[in-house]
């Protein structure tokens, strides 16, 4: 069972749409991930949250900690935002140890011009 | 530059070999650990360490052993390689200082077990 499930799996949009990606989790958490990994694999951490909302550029995340919910928004996407959006909670929330993440399988994003 | 240095980039070994995956964050950051991503499962923990001479086991240890003698440095061994463990591998450290818990990650080891 994956306790950190991410929604849509794949996701295709044209230039300039408002972009939402879903992450939902099980237990309750302290923080929330989001990271970015562009098709040539470099991972980036995007943001880390453990309430509200987050702003970076034409980057938004939100969390609702009672639903167990966030999402990531692009606003005015654009062809560079095309990449691998994925969610992560830290390990231990999940009975694992002190460090660490675990992690949606994802969400594919491609924007086209 | 700052950050995480993984090495090979790239590698392919035979059935029962061993090798080590080499890590190396030059950020003082006290915690450090290793990630295999396979497709359909996304990125799974394999190891982490919390400082020098610390170290746990994550999701999927089993192949893999973990040292951490140095902040610097954790290498990734497989002691026998087998082709379940042909995979991307990711190392990543993170610190909780100066109000910053993200994870900084290499640009990965693609490892290849024939």
């Known amino acids: 069972k994956n306790e950190v499930e991410q929604s849509p799996q794949n996701l295709t949009a044209q230039e300039g749409e408002f972009i939402t990606i879903n992450c939902s989790y099980s237990v309750g958490i302290s923080a929330l991930h989001w990271l970015q990994q562009h098709p040539g694999g470099g991972i980036v951490s995007l943001f880390m949250l453990s309430s509200g909302k987050k702003k970076h550029g034409r980057l938004i995340a939100t969390i609702n900690i009672q639903e167990k919910h966030s999402s990531l928004h692009i606003t005015a996407s654009h062809p560079r935002d095309s990449a691998v959006y994925i969610c992560?909670?830290?390990?231990?929330?999940?009975?694992?140890?002190?460090?660490?993440?675990?992690f949606g399988k994802g969400t594919h994003l491609i924007i086209q011009p | 530059n700052a950050g995480v240095t993984q090495t090979p980039k790239f590698q392919v070994l035979k059935t029962g070999q061993s090798m080590t995956l080499q890590c190396a964050q030059d950020?003082?950051?006290?915690?450090m650990s290793w990630y295999r991503q396979d497709p359909g499962m996304g990125l799974r923990l394999i190891h982490y360490?919390?400082?020098?001479?610390?170290?746990d086991q994550g999701e999927v240890p089993n192949g893999y052993n973990v040292s951490r003698s140095t902040t610097e440095d954790f290498p990734l061994r497989l002691l026998s390689a087998a082709p379940s463990q042909t995979s991307v591998y990711f190392c990543?450290?993170?610190?909780?200082?100066?109000?910053?818990?993200?994870?900084?990650f290499g640009s990965g080891t693609r490892l290849t077990v024939v």
């Open positions: 360490s919390v400082g020098a001479g610390i170290t």
């Open positions: 950020m003082n950051h006290e915690y």
């Open positions: 992560a909670v830290p390990h231990y929330l999940l009975g694992g140890g002190a460090d660490g993440l675990t």
């Open positions: 990543a450290s993170r610190t909780t200082h100066r109000g910053w818990y993200g994870y900084t």
